[in-house]
């Protein structure tokens, strides 16, 4: 299968959003894809907030998006944009590094009115660095995602059947993309 690269731009160990990525990690995982979990806040602040492109965290970081088959991207909504800390990494890789990645853009935030943030602010942006096929991206209320104090997540059950259909769509269209590389190798 895939090689998935899980991205949380969330700034807090204890996110609801790093929490639902490292759930959807183990959900591609059990769909037979290989997933390689990066939370942004581990590299080094002095990194990102100084450019240092050739700095070793930020150097492992490019590897893994080069790497990749498809990118996840999980980001809190902020003053109804992604994250600052998902900001700086972005700008810190190739022009070009989602040339050939199938990506799934998700958000989460405290109000319905940051629901367009995945579509004006973070899809355009994915665009631009050649992502080659953005699926439907996902946003969820805070207030959807209970964490228990053993790390479970658990969603309501409308946000649990929505999350459900778009992973299963960026699934199939990681299939669909290794399927047409091997067609063509």
């Known amino acids: 299968m895939a090689t998935v690269l899980s991205v949380s731009g969330s700034p807090s160990a204890t996110s609801r959003t790093a929490s639902l990525l490292r759930h959807l990690d183990a959900w591609l995982t059990a769909q037979g894809h290989e997933v390689i979990p990066l939370d942004v806040r581990t590299i080094p602040a002095e990194a990102l907030l100084g450019a240092d492109f050739r700095h070793p965290a930020v150097v492992e970081a490019t590897g893994l998006f080069a790497r990749a088959d498809g990118v996840v991207i999980g980001t809190p909504v902020y003053k ?3 994250s600052g800390l998902l900001k700086s990494l972005l700008d810190l890789l190739p022009q070009y590094a989602l040339t050939g990645k199938t990506v799934l853009p998700l958000a989460t935030g405290g109000t319905t ?3 367009l943030a995945i579509d004006y602010a973070l899809r355009p942006v994915l ?3 050649g992502a080659t096929h953005i699926v439907q991206g ?3 209320l805070d207030k959807d995602i209970a964490v228990g104090d053993d790390g479970t997540l658990t969603l309501a059950p409308g ?3 929505a999350l459900a259909q778009v992973v299963d769509q960026f699934s ?14």
């Not at 993309?177 to 190798?185: D, V």
Request: proline letters at 3%.
């Open 138 to 140: 996902w946003f969820t």
């Open 127 to 129: 665009s631009s660095m």
């Open 159 to 161: 946000p649990a059947e």
């Open 80 to 82: 109804a944009a992604y």
């Open 172 to 185: 199939d269209a990681l299939g669909d993309r290794t399927a047409l590389l091997a067609a063509a190798g």
């Open 113 to 115: 009115a940051h629901v």
